[in-house]
């Protein structure tokens, strides 16, 4: 008896300290990915952009929000309802100083003061002056937004349309500075290009603009001035809702199918399938970190696929952030649009 109970006071101890031996560390992720804070906006965090110390929302029912990073500790300072819906996506030109929002009845442009901290003073009434309070594009079926600089004063805003009548819209924003020096307005000029589909998410790279079609897949577009060419249109296997130009490769977030990966031939003027990937969660929205795609995958968090071989893209790692919508990568911070509202990871390479 005397010799039985060292051997099972031995055996015991190993379990246990096999028990408690802590999980390896994972050295094949090609980066290191940490949670910093997260934001709580007050309603879903739909969408999110970010430049310099400023957070832009897209918080739903609780409007267009504008946050600041002092030194670690984030404040709101800024939010505003634009209409009666509540806001789905936006966008921000720091060069121009404007801010787009769309709500569920339609888009939305304003002008943002130096800071970015608010809108400008410029919305004053003056005798002299015609300042609009604000200018509208798009419709209550807008979905997405691109845009493409073509000097200080001319802004091209590509937006895309569920409505199967009003096709890719794409809209020249001209700069005035007429009456009072030093303050602005925006005259919008739309003109649609017709696509035969509905339009989901969209990407421009200078004239170069690609559009998701939901079941019909991506189309491919060349857009210059009031003239556009359709280069290519493409199927997928699954349910095309959100596109990403990165170099000379087209990925698409194909919803259940995972992304598809094309690349971009000819002169810029065809698409060739070059391979697809698949992962554990519904693939919404793309967002790029160097070589790394960004995925937000709905209730599956956020999955990042190694794209340094586009022919052979790979899962480098999933993150737990609940239900995303979109994503916003601001050098090496990932801004995750949440439903627990802006989740701030920081994300480096091993």
């Given at each position: 008896?005397?010799?039985?109970?060292?051997?099972?006071?031995?055996?015991?101890?190993?379990?246990?300290?096999?028990?408690?031996?802590?999980?390896?560390?994972?050295?094949?992720?090609?980066?290191?990915?940490?949670?910093?804070?997260?934001?709580?906006?007050?309603?879903?965090?739909?969408?999110?952009?970010?430049?310099?110390?400023?957070?832009?929302?897209?918080?739903?029912?609780?409007?267009?929000?504008?946050?600041?990073?002092?030194?670690?500790?984030?404040?709101?300072?800024?939010?505003?309802?634009?209409?009666?819906?509540?806001?789905?996506?936006?966008?921000?030109?720091?060069?121009?100083?404007?801010?787009?929002?769309?709500?569920?009845?339609?888009?939305?442009?304003?002008?943002?003061?130096?800071?970015?901290?608010?809108?400008?003073?410029?919305?004053?009434?003056?005798?002299?002056?015609?300042i609009?309070?604000?200018?509208?594009?798009g419709?209550?079926?807008?979905?997405?937004?691109?845009?493409?600089?073509?000097?200080?004063?001319?802004?091209?805003?590509?937006?895309?349309?569920?409505?199967?009548?009003?096709?890719?819209?794409?809209?020249?924003?001209?700069?005035?500075?007429?009456?009072?020096?030093?303050?602005?307005?925006?005259?919008?000029?739309?003109?649609?290009?017709?696509?035969?589909?509905?339009?989901?998410?969209?990407?421009?790279?200078?004239?170069?603009?690609?559009?998701?079609?939901?079941?019909l897949?991506?189309?491919?577009y060349?857009?210059?001035?009031?003239?556009?060419?359709?280069?290519?249109?493409?199927?997928?296997?699954?349910?095309?809702?959100?596109?990403?130009?990165?170099?000379?490769?087209?990925?698409?977030?194909?919803?259940?199918?995972?992304?598809?990966?094309?690349?971009?031939?000819a002169?810029?003027?065809?698409?060739?399938?070059?391979?697809?990937?698949?992962?554990?969660?519904?693939?919404?929205?793309?967002?790029?970190?160097?070589?790394?795609a960004?995925?937000?995958?709905?209730?599956?968090?956020i999955?990042?696929?190694?794209?340094?071989?586009?022919?052979?893209?790979r899962?480098?790692?999933?993150?737990?952030?609940?239900?995303?919508?979109?994503?916003?990568?601001?050098?090496?911070?990932?801004?995750?649009?949440?439903?627990?509202?802006?989740?701030?990871?920081?994300?480096?390479?091993?």
């Amino acid at each position: 008896m005397k010799r039985i109970i060292p051997a099972v006071i031995i055996l015991l101890t190993f379990i246990l300290t096999a028990c408690l031996k802590p999980d390896p560390i994972d050295t094949n992720t090609a980066a290191n990915v940490n949670l910093v804070d997260v934001i709580e906006t007050g309603g879903y965090a739909r969408d999110v952009s970010g430049h310099g110390n400023k957070i832009f929302v897209a918080a739903s029912a609780a409007g267009t929000q504008i946050w600041e990073d002092a030194n670690g500790s984030v404040t709101q300072v800024f939010s505003h309802q634009f209409g009666s819906a509540s806001a789905t996506a936006l966008r921000v030109e720091p060069e121009y100083k404007l801010i787009l929002s769309v709500s569920k009845d339609q888009g939305y442009l304003r002008q943002l003061n130096s800071e970015l901290s608010g809108f400008d003073s410029v919305y004053v009434n003056h005798p002299n002056v015609l300042i609009w309070e604000s200018e509208h594009f798009g419709d209550q079926n807008t979905q997405d937004m691109a845009s493409t600089r073509i000097n200080d004063s001319l802004l091209v805003l590509y937006n895309t349309d569920t409505d199967l009548g009003d096709g890719l819209r794409y809209t020249f924003l001209n700069r005035f500075t007429e009456g009072l020096e030093g303050y602005y307005y925006w005259e919008a000029n739309t003109i649609k290009k017709y696509t035969g589909s509905k339009n989901y998410g969209i990407d421009a790279k200078g004239s170069l603009v690609a559009s998701s079609h939901g079941e019909l897949g991506v189309g491919l577009y060349r857009i210059e001035h009031d003239h556009a060419d359709t280069l290519g249109v493409m199927d997928t296997r699954g349910e095309a809702l959100e596109v990403k130009l990165f170099e000379d490769y087209l990925m698409v977030a194909d919803n259940w199918a995972g992304m598809q990966v094309f690349s971009i031939v000819a002169g810029d003027s065809s698409l060739s399938h070059l391979a697809e990937i698949e992962m554990g969660g519904w693939v919404k929205h793309i967002s790029m970190w160097n070589d790394m795609a960004v995925l937000s995958c709905g209730e599956n968090g956020i999955f990042l696929v190694d794209m340094s071989d586009p022919g052979v893209p790979r899962v480098d790692q999933a993150i737990d952030a609940g239900y995303t919508y979109s994503t916003f990568v601001a050098e090496d911070m990932i801004l995750a649009a949440t439903r627990e509202g802006v989740k701030r990871y920081h994300i480096e390479s091993r």
